[in-house]
């Protein structure tokens, strides 16, 4: 197996359960897969955490050298309210309730999406698809289910075969789950009695005469399953068989264990080679969901306007602290950690800018290559950042000793502890300089400060026309001053 960097990656593979050596399919390629947001409404914490795990993985392949492919999707069509085969359309229902078309629900989410990831300094994948973009691709996979007798038609709807294919594959096999197990638990709903049987899932639906995103097919006018579109664009954009494929835990059930039985149906093979599934965000314990109302936004946590947290945290603070657990691990968005996290990465940034003064010396007091190759082997174990974390403040005290003269180090020993402190903080960690990130908001605060100062004046002097001209074109670009008789306060949104 060729090393890049010399560097060998443990993955842990929920398809197996174990700790795997990571080796691509082709040779110094990586084509990677990550179930994309449903764009019906604002992106909260949890969701962000799963992408920024994923973007932590594809910046340390990058890092070494892999040529990565990297596909996050768009879904914009075909996911159902609950995640359920019946059921109003999730972009479709937001359309009816604000009186707007659903595709003007899908850009002003997929903007706002886009936009809280640039906040949070994400790298772009490298292919963006959307469902609605491959419904062919769609239609072609379905007719080839069919064909390959796991698919079958009722009433212009399609289902999955989920009995039948289990006679000869092992549908359960990502979540473990029995078949058995699942007929047991599984209560006929109302309305799915197209289906053979309850555990069947959707390829394609009838659309009803109210139901607005349709398209036509060889069974009906009308959308595809949730399910199906990531298996289709995966297939197009990454083969029939690719290295690995990700998203949050809560996914593996029913999304992954249908996209594995959709292409077991359709190509015979197994698809994905590594299966990465990152853990949850909780708020107050339990997880952060918008369904149950359990959620913080980002704009929320960045403007600090909640009722949850006692301040307003910095993006870079925000994802240092999702960064100080590793993927697998369950995560609890508290005040206190959020404010640990705070001082940490403060602490962090002051010694990154420190490196620039240190003095070189004749010997080095710290063996410099394997400090950086214990923070390898962190990423190399499954991307254990918090372990990398802890490497990096190491290397905090062995900035701090030379500064104070306890610590010595050569001049190329100093060259590569440098460049590796740059590496994994701000390439592999994604996080920004400190300069721009720790004092940017007491910034904007000290300019917005002066306008208010300066406003006060104005209406002082009774220049209201350059009083309301300030308080207007601050609003334009997105910051709101509020009066009250204690004074003028503002908040960005
Ligand atoms: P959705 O738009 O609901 O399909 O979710 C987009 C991604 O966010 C999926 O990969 C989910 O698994 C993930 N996700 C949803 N809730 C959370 C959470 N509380 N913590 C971490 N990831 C989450
Ligand atoms: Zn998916």
Not at 78 to 100: F, P, Q, Y
Not at 240 to 268: R, S, T, V, Y
């Amino acid at each position: 197996m060729q090393l890049y960097k010399n560097q060998h990656i443990k993955v842990y593979n929920s398809l197996t359960g174990k700790k795997e050596s990571f080796k691509p399919i082709t040779e110094g390629y990586v084509g990677m897969y990550v179930c994309g947001p449903t764009v019906y409404s604002n992106v909260h914490l949890g969701n962000v955490r799963t992408f920024m795990s994923f973007d932590m993985v594809f910046r340390y392949l990058k890092h070494l050298g892999y040529k990565v492919r990297y596909v996050r999707n768009i879904t914009d069509a075909g996911h159902l309210e609950n995640d359920a085969d019946v059921g109003e359309d999730k972009i479709t229902k937001k359309a009816r309730l604000e009186e707007i078309e659903p595709m003007e629900i899908v850009q002003r989410y997929t903007v706002d999406f886009h936009n809280v990831l640039n906040q949070f300094n994400f790298l772009p994948p490298s292919i963006e698809p959307t469902a609605t973009g491959h419904i062919i691709e769609q239609i072609e996979l379905i007719s080839t289910i069919i064909d390959n007798g796991f698919g079958y038609e009722v009433n212009g709807s399609v289902y999955f075969d989920v009995h039948k294919y289990n006679e000869t594959n092992n549908y359960g096999i990502l979540s473990k789950r029995k078949l058995e197990d699942l007929i047991h638990n599984t209560r006929a709903l109302d309305g799915q009695s197209d289906k053979k049987n309850p555990q069947d899932f959707a390829l394609w639906k009838k659309a009803e005469e109210t139901h607005i995103m349709r398209w036509p097919s060889p069974w009906s006018d009308g959308f595809p399953g949730w399910h199906l579109e990531c298996t289709a664009m995966s297939t197009k954009y990454l083969g029939e068989q690719f290295d690995i494929h990700g998203g949050g835990m809560d996914l593996k059930f029913p999304h992954h264990e249908c996209e594995i039985a959709q292409n077991q149906a359709a190509k015979g093979k197994s698809p994905v080679n590594y299966w990465m599934h990152a853990n949850m965000l909780e708020l107050n314990g339990a997880r952060m969901s918008k369904s149950t109302g359990n959620y913080i936004n980002p704009a929320e946590l960045l403007s600090g306007k909640n009722d949850i947290l006692s301040k307003a945290y910095n993006p870079n603070v925000v994802r240092f602290f999702m960064m100080q657990s590793a993927y697998r691990s369950v995560l609890d968005l508290t005040d206190n950690g959020l404010l640990a996290s705070e001082k940490g990465f403060n602490r962090l940034m002051n010694a990154v800018d420190d490196l620039d003064n240190l003095k070189a010396s004749s010997t080095s007091s710290f063996d410099v290559k394997a400090w950086e190759q214990a923070c390898y082997n962190a990423m190399n174990d499954d991307f254990n950042t918090p372990i990398l974390i802890a490497n990096l403040f190491e290397a905090v005290n062995h900035i701090n000793g030379i500064k104070e003269g306890n610590t010595t180090i050569t001049a190329d020993d100093l060259e590569t502890f440098k460049n590796a402190i740059h590496t994994f903080v701000f390439e592999l960690l994604g996080l920004n300089n400190a300069k721009d990130s720790a004092e940017g908001p007491n910034k904007l605060s000290g300019a917005v400060e002066l306008l208010i100062k300066l406003r006060q004046e104005a209406r002082a002097n009774k220049d209201f026309s350059l009083s309301d001209k300030i308080r207007d074109e601050l609003a334009e670009v997105g910051i709101t001053l509020n009066d009250s008789r204690e004074g003028t306060t503002f908040s960005t949104n």
